[in-house]
């Protein structure tokens, strides 16, 4: 990082960076306060930047330029006061006037025009990974969700039992039998609703995987129709293809085999394998053929090293993976031939 490019913008675009000021990722808040205590010089845009993430979080929306030309021709013939050309003073103080006055106006304006939206950005919470990176978090209400990586979720602080996912989460909801508060997950294809449970959810491929483990869970999707589940069991749907998929989970079915930092995989063939690491490390995958792609894999395989995860991939299946810029290019290992 280059002094001259350490502006509040690199901060409050920094993954890792948000995740130190909230506190989230403890292997971020360790390299961010080492790299603080390193560079003293900067503590103030740091400050800067950490309250701006935990305060409001400013949208850059701005209302028409017609719309502020509109208002400013309505209040600058108001301001619009002649002074005699013997008293320059007093005429740098009208002068002052009329810009501050202005640009209260114009404030005021943008302020209307964005005053919802930072209404709701304040009262939103987000929770969100890096590539390759997991994390624990624990809700207001006492649920547990385990965040894959390159995945988030959202929630309205007066509702943290409402979530809205993106990506690949892990929940073990928190009952309240007192007044048996339910508890939703949202995604592009459908509705969670739970009492107290636990449960996988999936939203790569441009569908939503849902798996039971324990407990009962209502899913209701876009037109609807409402299907329950039991443990054991894997939904999955795609509101673009209307495709539903009802049935029992197999020991072939990857799902949530990367909590615990380890892809576990039974016969499981290497497209599938592969289809995880381009979502978690958000690379593309090539192949020399196609019939790499159906080479069986069963066994753990590490997940949050990437270098580490593609050699225990080869080995596995005997292949050869090249990794280069934002791609990795499997392909037959020739000492095999």
């Known amino acids: 990082m280059k002094n001259n490019d350490l502006n509040l913008s690199f901060f409050l675009e920094d993954a890792s960076f948000e995740n130190w000021a909230r506190g989230l990722n403890k292997n971020d808040i360790e ?98 990974t890096n590539f390759g990176e997991i994390i624990d978090l624990k809700l207001p209400d006492g649920t547990s969700v385990v965040l894959n990586g390159n995945s988030k979720i959202s929630y309205n602080k007066n509702n943290p039992r409402l979530i809205t996912l993106d990506g690949e989460a892990y929940f073990k909801v928190k009952s309240i039998p007192s007044t048996n508060a339910k508890f939703w997950v949202l995604t592009e294809d459908l509705k969670v609703e739970v009492l107290g449970t636990q449960f996988h959810v999936n939203t790569r491929k441009k569908k939503t995987n849902v798996v039971l483990d324990e407990g009962s869970i209502h899913l209701e999707f876009n037109n609807g129709t409402v299907t329950k589940m039991i443990p054991g069991e894997l939904v999955s749907f795609s509101k673009e293809s209307e495709n539903l998929i009802h049935k029992k989970v197999s020991v072939k079915t990857p799902y949530a085999l990367w909590r615990g930092g380890t892809y576990a995989f039974n016969e499981i063939p290497l497209k599938e394998v592969m289809f995880n690491i381009e979502n978690t490390y958000g690379i593309k995958v090539l192949y020399s053929n196609d019939s790499l792609k159906n080479i069986p894999i069963s066994g753990g395989i590490p997940n949050q090293n990437l270098k580490i995860c593609i050699a225990a991939i080869e080995k596995a299946t005997g292949t050869r993976i090249i990794h280069k810029n934002d791609t990795l290019q499997v392909t037959e290992n020739p000492i095999n031939n």
């Open 31 to 128: 390299y961010w306060n080492l790299w603080i205590r390193n560079n003293p010089q900067h503590i103030e845009t740091v400050e800067s930047a950490k309250s701006i993430i935990l305060g409001v979080s400013f949208v850059q929306q701005y209302p028409d330029k017609i719309k502020v030309d509109h208002e400013l021709a309505k209040i600058l013939p108001k301001l619009a006061i002649e002074e005699p050309a013997v008293k320059p003073k007093k005429s740098l103080r009208s002068s002052q006037k009329i810009f501050l006055l202005t640009t209260a106006a114009i404030f005021l304006i943008l302020l209307s025009w964005n005053g919802l939206s930072l209404f709701n950005n304040y009262n939103t919470t987000t929770h969100k």
